[in-house]
């Protein structure tokens, strides 16, 4: 407990340190009422009376040294459009992208961004994008933009760009509806900043200074954009989203061959307030959202895969950053339209309906409210489920913010008693967060405490942590403590363990050289410990690693690490998951360690790869896994990857041996930036399936899209179909 106080000091303290002492640079946007062309020229006359501000700042290879190609920008409005222009200065016409189509990986390319905090708290943003050939990109910031995980292209929203390559340059336009956006009332200042990926002079560049090794579109490091005359009202458009589906489904296992019934249903964004927004959707089908990645997993515990349906995803962080995401995360949304059979194997629980509301009330008020209804599925004892989450933040010194929220999970349905495998009734949680960004980034932690309530079952039930994280040029690092507790219960969450004690740290310190091939040398080192609750604080697992990794300057990488770990069993576990192996006796502790090399080529190149070893002990005998990304851009159309994964485990005895093979060739061709089509193929014999998605997108005007995806699985042990679907979607966004 004194360590848990230490570390609620700290944080508390650490809040009110951060000073940002970067002078913040500014530039003034115009009103006018004269229309523009959006075709990237920038040769409206009214652009010539605009405030050009250029000089961006280098944030790759150095951060202290202007960009050698500079860039500039200029921003101009009226009451229903932000216009953006864009003039980089380049050596050639030669650019880098990896395909025609929307929402591109910036990293590796040519391309522009720009990213806008609204409401001025350093927290949430609206970020935009384009590259030289035109192909647009927007998404959502969230927590500051700390790391990458803090970004979401999967975010669409409707806006105007297009760029035009000339001599020695390129440029571009931005239309971006002020109904697209949220904002207070009668603003007069927001906070933005732009940033720049040049491949010519493998540069990464930003207009408002971002220090080494910040993320470049962190929040914490904006400049001011002041407005000629305050902005009127914020008002959102309401949007009508109507969608058909029709399709055919095989279940080879089951021998059921059916033509899915046509089905139409409907979304719905509607404004609430200023800065509000209401998600509705009625009947949804996801049949066109993006195929997950399979994975191999070696250890005893679920992983999480991210959300990619577009419902969930606006103002996600709200309802979802909540406890430690990697340990104990109270709401996970990809448990919704998901459930367990009779048989306990995951399957497809349809939503019926689901209502959402979230965004700022004032400008330090974050409020969300969801509620989704699943169907019934009786001959899978799958009873109809009411999902329902309150969550807020008020936000509190500079960035930081104290969040939180009641998650209620009811069963609907009746069953007979006698059936044993129905779920409980209900499971609630509530918890409260202190999240907390230093001005300047250079801190970021959190405290959470989670409790849950299910039937007969409220004594204890907690999940708490605490984290502390430091970055600077040099230092780095962060600690962390998390406690989930037996009793406690999220179904709506991720909690891959319970019943233990965890404490990780990691510190890490960087050399940046001013000559040489190698931009920066990190060395690092790091540890974890689990310890068992109700065992009086038993090791259960123990894991560290001493690493290096040299960053060079045409931005390859190169990493070795030496890791050593300790496991103790509870429970007989059999990692190579082949039947008539013998389990790893319980009651047991195993102690190995391991080599890992990794590369990582010039993802700027046509040609990519990234090959990683790891190789030494595994529990009571030998693991050698080699893992490689390859990828081949003909540009400006076709992008081929294959990714694999091998593992060779050799235990001794007859506790088995493995030869576990993941093979996932992609291939991606975008005929234009209207019409893309993708295929990838998934080998796994640990899931002794072979999966085909084949998809085909027009999208025919602005957010509508008329989708055509084609699955097929076969099992690869006995080989032989196992499911098959066509499936065609239209899809057409209607503001109102």
Do not use: C
Not at 634 to 653: A, C, E, S, V
């Amino acid at each position: 407990m004194m360590i848990k106080k230490l570390f609620l000091l700290a944080l508390i303290a650490l809040a009110i340190s951060g000073v940002n002492a970067q002078e913040r640079r500014s530039i003034k946007a115009f009103f006018t009422e004269e229309p523009f062309e959006i075709d990237g020229k920038l040769n409206e006359p009214q652009w010539g009376n605009a405030e050009v501000q250029s000089s961006y700042i280098q944030n790759f290879p150095t951060d202290s040294l202007p960009a050698r190609k500079d860039s500039s920008f200029r921003i101009m409005y009226n009451n229903d459009f932000i216009y953006v222009g864009f003039v980089m200065q380049t050596d050639s016409k030669e650019f880098v992208t990896n395909s025609l189509q929307r929402d591109y990986r910036a990293t590796g390319t040519d391309n522009i961004s720009i990213l806008f905090d609204t409401f001025n708290d350093g927290t949430n943003g609206f970020l935009f994008g384009i590259n030289p050939f035109g192909v647009m990109r927007e998404g959502l910031i969230a927590n500051g933009g700390s790391n990458r995980f803090d970004f979401s292209t999967s975010w669409d929203v409707k806006w105007w760009g297009e760029s035009y390559i000339g001599e020695n340059y390129y440029s571009a336009e931005m239309a971006i509806p002020m109904n697209s956006l949220k904002f207070q009332d009668g603003s007069k200042y927001w906070s933005i900043n732009t940033y720049r990926f040049d491949t010519q002079t493998n540069e990464q560049s930003a207009w408002s200074r971002v220090p080494q090794p910040q993320m470049i579109a962190n929040l914490a490091f904006t400049g001011l954009l002041e407005f000629e005359k305050p902005l009127g009202n914020s008002s959102t458009s309401l949007a009508f989203i109507p969608f058909f589906t029709a399709g055919r489904s095989k279940d080879f296992e089951s021998g059921t061959d059916q033509f899915s019934n046509s089905s139409v249903g409907a979304d719905f964004k509607v404004p609430v307030g200023k800065g509000m927004n209401l998600d509705l959707t009625i009947n949804p089908d996801f049949s066109q959202v993006e195929v997950d990645n399979f994975i191999t997993n070696l250890t005893r515990f679920e992983v999480s895969l991210p959300e990619r349906r577009q419902f969930f995803l606006d103002n996600n962080d709200l309802f979802g950053g909540f406890g430690n995401g990697r340990d104990a995360n109270p709401f996970f949304s990809r448990r919704i339209g998901i459930a367990r059979d009779k048989e306990g194997n995951s399957i497809e629980n349809p939503i019926v309906v689901g209502a959402r509301l979230s965004g700022k009330i004032g400008d330090k008020f974050r409020l969300g409210v969801l509620n989704v209804q699943t169907e019934a599925d009786l001959d899978n004892h799958i009873p109809s489920t009411n999902n329902g989450m309150i969550a807020f933040q008020q936000k509190v010194f500079s960035r930081s913010n104290i969040g939180g929220f009641i998650l209620n999970r009811q069963h609907n349905t009746e069953f007979n008693s006698e059936i044993e495998s129905i779920p409980q009734k209900f499971n609630r949680v509530i918890g409260i967060d202190y999240n907390l960004a230093s001005a300047d980034n250079v801190y970021n932690g959190k405290f959470y405490l989670h409790k849950s309530l299910s039937p007969d079952d409220s004594e204890g039930n907690l999940s708490w942590g605490t984290n502390l994280r430091y970055n600077t040029r040099n230092w780095g690092g962060f600690a962390n403590i998390s406690y989930i507790d037996s009793e406690f219960v999220s179904d709506l969450g991720f909690i891959p363990r319970k019943d233990v004690f965890k404490l990780d740290g990691r510190l890490a310190y960087t050399i940046w050289p001013k000559k040489g091939l190698i931009n920066a040398h990190i060395f690092d080192f790091f540890q974890s410990n689990s310890l068992i609750i109700s065992r009086d604080y038993q090791r259960t697992d123990y894991f560290k690693k001493f690493g290096y990794q040299g960053n060079f300057r045409n931005q390859s990488q190169f990493e070795f690490a030496f890791r050593e770990s300790y496991t103790y069993l509870i429970d007989g576990f059999n990692p190579t998951r082949k039947s008539g192996a013998r389990d790893l006796e319980g009651e047991t502790g195993y102690r190995y360690s391991t080599i890992q090399l990794q590369l990582r080529s010039n993802p700027q190149k046509k040609f990519f790869t990234n090959p990683q070893l790891e190789i030494g002990q595994f529990y009571n005998g030998k693991r050698v896994s080699i893992e490689n990304e390859i990828t081949y851009r003909i540009q400006p159309k076709i992008n081929i990857g294959l990714r694999t994964n091998f593992d060779h485990i050799t235990l001794p005895d007859d506790y088995g041996m493995a030869n576990i093979l993941l093979v996932s060739p992609r291939i991606q061709y975008t005929f234009n930036r209207n019409l893309f089509w993708s295929t990838l193929i998934q080998y796994s014999n640990q899931r002794d399936n072979l999966g085909i998605n084949s998809r085909l997108q027009w999208r025919f005007a602005p957010l509508s899209d008329l989708y055509l995806v084609y699955n097929d699985n076969y099992f690869t042990t006995t080989w032989g179909p196992r499911g098959r679907s066509v499936n065609l979607k239209l899809t057409y966004w209607l503001n109102i």
